[in-house]
């Protein structure tokens, strides 16, 4: 079955510093969606990419969707303490069912 | 703005048992999702709901079966409970399958 994983699990960085986490696919995807989830929160949605190739920009986070559409990336420049909490990416399958696939997260911790 | 409604917020089984657990969409959405989300993981997807039907199912047993009502709010049932049935379980709402979602704040099921 479709699977999609991320890395990486964990990242540490100073305030100020960037931050990159991966997205892979074990299949096409017709679309993808980050989300957020804060310390004992919910996923909270970011955005969704559909277009092979696509770049979206919200503020200091920029979302790349792969030209295959089989991986993603999220970058976040000039870290900030209220980035901290985990990015998952999440998959639709190329058949378009709306069955959304999680991938297990990374985890951003910021220093001060 | 009345997000995504779930109820209860905690709960405490005892092994063998059964439990429902209730889910109001957002206002607009009429597509209803659950996923299952251990300590440290991504959520992993139960089933979704669309026109009152099961349109997707995840690698869930029969155990777990729910049901989407004429306002769109929804059931999750999981019968005979198991320890590792243990979770948080998450509701989320969308306008259709293929759109960002809205998550409500979970269910904390432990089951002793």
């Known amino acids: 079955g479709q699977q999609v994983m991320q890395i990486p699990q964990y990242q540490h960085v100073q305030e100020g510093e960037d931050f990159t986490t991966y997205c892979n696919s074990s299949?096409?995807?017709?679309?993808i969606q980050w989300y957020k989830q804060r310390p004992g929160g919910h996923p909270v949605f970011l955005i969704q990419?559909?277009?092979?190739?696509e770049v979206k920009k919200q503020k200091r986070l920029t979302f790349q969707f792969g030209e295959a559409k089989k991986n993603s990336s999220l970058h976040i420049t000039a870290t900030q303490t209220t980035d901290v909490g985990t990015y998952f990416c999440?998959?639709?399958?190329?058949?378009?069912?709306?069955?959304?696939?999680f991938g297990q997260g990374t985890t951003l911790q910021v220093k001060p | 703005d009345a997000g995504v409604t779930q109820s209860p917020t905690h709960l405490i089984k005892t092994r063998g048992q059964q439990v429902t657990l209730r889910c109001s969409p957002k206002?607009?959405?009429?597509?209803v999702s659950w996923y299952q989300q251990a300590l440290g993981q991504g959520p992993q997807f139960i089933f979704q709901?669309?026109?009152?039907?099961?349109?997707q199912r995840g690698n869930f047993p029969d155990r777990f079966s729910g049901h989407q009502f004429p306002n769109y709010s929804s059931e999750l049932n999981v019968n005979a409970l198991l320890l590792g049935d243990s979770a948080l379980y998450l509701c989320?709402?969308?306008?259709?399958?293929?759109?960002?979602?809205?998550f409500g704040s979970g269910t904390r099921l432990t089951v002793v």
């Open positions: 989320a709402s969308s306008k259709g399958p293929n759109y960002g979602y809205t």
């Open positions: 299949t096409t995807l017709s679309n």
């Open positions: 990419l559909v277009k092979s190739g």
């Open positions: 999440a998959g639709q399958g190329s058949s378009n069912t709306g069955k959304l696939i």
């Open positions: 206002s607009g959405h009429d597509t």
């Open positions: 709901y669309y026109e009152e039907e099961e349109r």
